[in-house]
T-cell receptor
Framework: DAKTTQPPSMDCAEGRAANLPCNHS???????VYWYRQIHSQGPQYIIH???NNETNEMASLIITEDRKSSTLILPHATLRDTAVYYC?????????????FGTGTRLTIIP | DAGVIQSPRHEVTEMGQEVTLRCKPI?????LFWYRQTMMRGLELLIY????????DSGMPEDRFSAKMPNASFSTLKIQPSEPRDSAVYFC?????????????FGPGTRLTVT
């Protein structure tokens, strides 16, 4: 699976949009971009994933650049409960390759 | 849906003792994963099963660790003998391998302390 690079930490004001970047310059054509987050003392939680097109769900939006070498996770209206470590993971989506390889992630702190 | 259930939530044991961690995946899921998280090494996959069969155990640190999945609703991770360096939070996760989203659902974890 392709390696990802994320900033170690970010702050965002409550109510504002939080934009978390991820670089994955060695991504291959059939690898997906997944985002998970881990709130303190809890297990990781799936947020969103995508291949080429931008994606949106009830939690967040995922913007993938046209060359697919980077992406941005957007939390449109951050709340204090969004304070967590966010992991960007690139992986193939097929049998025998289900494992997630977690990096160090970005520690996002929402400021009241 | 109760989600992934892990027990115990906390375990404190002495070096050399056997430790067994338990996991009940979400009903209907066909893949199960065991992860370990420490400050030094982050979140690491130890082993995963598909349809109760181990698919990848390359993350199991050594022979002291073993994992079983006797049926679709239960798995164990055993450490024998335990050592202080095994102290970590152990997470179990499950997913359904099929068409569409392949997201993993994590349990609350078991915090293991070996003294």
């Amino acid at each position: 699976d392709a390696k990802t690079t994320q900033p170690p930490s970010m702050d965002c004001a409550e109510g504002r949009a939080a934009n978390l970047p991820c670089n994955h310059s060695t991504i291959s054509g059939n690898e997906y971009v997944y985002w998970y987050r881990q709130i303190h003392s809890q297990g990781p939680q799936y947020i969103i994933h995508g291949l080429k097109n931008n994606e949106t769900n009830e939690m967040a939006s995922l913007i993938i650049t046209e060359d697919r070498k980077s992406s941005t996770l957007i939390l449109p209206h951050a709340t204090l409960r969004d304070t967590a470590v966010y992991y960007c993971i690139v992986r193939l989506d097929n049998f025998g390759n289900e494992k997630l390889t977690f990096g160090t992630g970005t520690r996002l702190t929402i400021i009241p | 849906d109760a989600g992934v259930i892990q027990s115990p939530r906390h375990e404190v044991t002495e070096m050399g003792q056997e430790v067994t961690l338990r996991c009940k995946p979400i009903s209907g899921h066909n893949s199960l994963f065991w992860y370990r998280q420490t400050m030094m090494r982050g979140l690491e996959l130890l082993i995963y099963f598909n349809n109760n069969v181990p698919i990848d155990d390359s993350g199991m640190p050594e022979d002291r660790f073993s994992a079983k999945m006797p049926n679709a609703s239960f798995s164990t991770l055993k450490i024998q003998p335990s050592e202080p360096r095994d102290s970590a939070v152990y997470f179990c996760a499950s997913s359904f391998l099929g068409l569409g989203v392949n997201e993993q659902y994590f349990g609350p974890g078991t915090r293991l302390t070996v003294t």
